[in-house]
């Protein structure tokens, strides 16, 4: 081989490499990775997922960075950004303000924690996770080594999206992580209110290992799941999972299940900690058997409850997903997946999602309000513990040297300022 072919084969790589990289970042437009406890100039790639995360230094005013206990480091299997956190040992409310990429107005916002004993002290503490001005979630752990996460679908009121913890007595707050991923706008339609993460299965699973970026465009997180009396199925042809705006992973479709037994059902059921909370189900099929000399068609009725859930025979197609879903919440969690008579095959399910409705009904603070006092907040270096999150909401957690003004029909308004104790004035 001359210098000049081998001149030529080392651009031709470096331009794959470049054009791998530049595909790579734009498959992840409007991404926000936080990992917490990040020194400031610090951000890296992960190996499994390719996501570039970075430093929290920048996107909240308090907080200490730990490293986790070394009895908890060395696990080869524990993703980067659980090494580290930002412990919030001040302050009732601390908030980190994300500032996501205007033309999406729905996101998926995902907060995790790992205790791992960061403070030496091995106390396992408890405290709240808010969004915007209300709760969002408890965060409570088994043991130090337990990852706990939130996941949320929601529509933000303004521009900024305020994640906050609030210490509640029960030890330090702190985070590891804090993702946010622009979604389709058409995506997860309700009636009112936001979607806590309840399940979401990766049915049939042959491989009994999650899935997420960069096999799942919007980064959901797909745990595997199999129960007695099912029959994993699996092809390894693709499927087709672009024809909805969902786009449940071509990995997760690929797997399914059927009764086992000769059945003629598949019976879903978990029970829910209240009759008066509300949820929405996402159920996705596709067909991975043909039957080219029989031409068999497989044929299904969903309940729910013991009422017919989809009107009419279902028919999945052949190596392409299809999703169905409620346009109106349940309150039980009980699905019966039945063959028809006529239907010569068993019933199947690929994947499924339910989600809880969670109302936020809070009003944050009037935007152009908002963004004034965030100005006045750069501009003059205002340092204030309080001064973090929504500026007048909640109420109780008002921001020092503000006067707000709230009725119940229209976004509260700051009406005074108060910096004197900044040496500012008034």
């Known amino acids: 081989m001359t210098m000049e072919m081998l001149n030529h084969l080392i651009f031709a790589f470096l331009c794959l490499a470049a054009l791998a990289v530049l595909v790579q970042s734009q ?39 730990y490293n986790i206990s070394r009895e908890f480091n060395g696990d080869a299997a524990l993703e980067q950004r659980f090494l580290n956190v930002r412990s919030f040992p001040e302050g009732k409310r601390n908030c980190y303000t994300l500032k996501p990429a205007r033309g999406n107005i ?47 679908i929601h529509m933000p009121q303004t ?36 979607l806590l993460l309840y399940l979401r299965l990766d049915v049939g699973s042959t491989t009994n290992e999650t899935i997420r970026f960069n096999d799942d465009v919007y980064d959901r997180v797909w745990s595997p799941y199999n129960r007695p009396g099912w029959t994993p199925i699996s092809t390894s042809l693709s499927v087709d999972t672009t024809g909805n705006q969902f786009q449940a992973p071509s990995a997760v479709i690929k797997t399914a299940v059927i009764p086992a037994n000769g059945s ?15 949820y929405y189900v996402y159920l996705y099929f596709a067909e991975l058997q043909q039957d080219q000399v029989n031409n068999q068609t497989r044929q299904q009725y969903i309940y729910t409850n013991g009422k017919l859930w989809y009107d009419g025979p279902f028919l999945p197609n052949y190596l392409a997903a299809t999703i169905l879903y409620s346009t109106t919440p349940v309150t039980e969690l009980q699905f ?12 199947i399910l690929n994947a499924l999602e339910i989600y809880k409705v969670k109302e936020f009904t809070q009003l944050l603070t009037n935007q152009q309000d908002g963004d004034a006092i965030i100005n006045i907040k750069t501009n003059y270096g205002v340092k204030r513990s309080s001064w973090q999150g929504d500026p007048c909401a909640p ?32």
């Open 395 to 426: 109420k109780v957690l008002l921001w020092q040297g503000l006067n707000c003004s709230y009725d119940d029909y229209n976004p509260p308004r700051i009406i005074s300022l108060n910096l004197s104790s900044s040496g500012m004035g008034r």
């Open 336 to 347: 019966s997946i039945n063959k028809t008579e006529e239907s010569p095959l068993p019933p």
């Open 159 to 194: 521009n900024c999206v305020y994640v906050c913890l609030v210490n509640t007595s029960s030890g330090t707050p702190f985070m590891s992580s804090l993702e946010l991923r622009p979604l389709l706008n058409s995506t997860y339609p309700t009636q009112s209110g936001s």
């Open 264 to 278: 003629n059902s598949l019976t879903l059921n978990w029970e829910t900690s209240d009759n008066t909370s509300q």
């Open 27 to 65: 498959s992840q437009s409007g991404f926000i990775s936080i990992d917490c406890g990040l020194s400031e100039t610090s951000w890296y790639t992960d190996k499994r997922t390719g996501i570039n995360y970075t430093s929290d230094a920048t996107l909240t005013d308090a907080g200490v960075s």
């Open 106 to 152: 729905k996101f998926l916002i995902r907060a995790t924690f790992m205790y791992a004993n960061y403070d030496d002290q091995g106390n396992l503490p408890s405290f709240d996770l808010f969004l915007g001005a209300q709760l969002w979630d408890s965060v409570d752990f088994e043991d130090a080594s337990t990852i706990v996460t939130k996941e949320i």
